[in-house]
């Protein structure tokens, strides 16, 4: 434990900083990762507009509705 209250507060704070650089990086990592599967599924090889018209689709229906339409 630090000496001070000042000291155990800049303690505090490097260690939210740390676990922010963390959070950050995570969330790049799962970011390539999906668009790795997006790359895969063979969805990068349509032209922009087929592809632009299937992701609005897909917002409008929602996520759920889509998987259980797919599932079907």
């Not at 922009?48 to 409008?60: Q, V």
Request: hydrophobic fraction near 40%.
């Amino acid at each position: 434990m630090a000496k001070t209250l000042e000291q155990e507060r800049l303690a505090l704070e490097e260690d939210e900083r740390k676990l922010q650089s963390r959070r950050k990086l995570l969330e790049e990592k799962e970011r390539e990762q999906a668009i790795t599967l997006v790359e895969r599924a063979g969805l990068l090889k349509l032209d922009g507009k087929r592809l632009g018209a299937l992701m609005d689709r897909i917002k409008t229906l929602g996520i759920e509705a889509v998987e259980k339409k797919l599932a079907a």
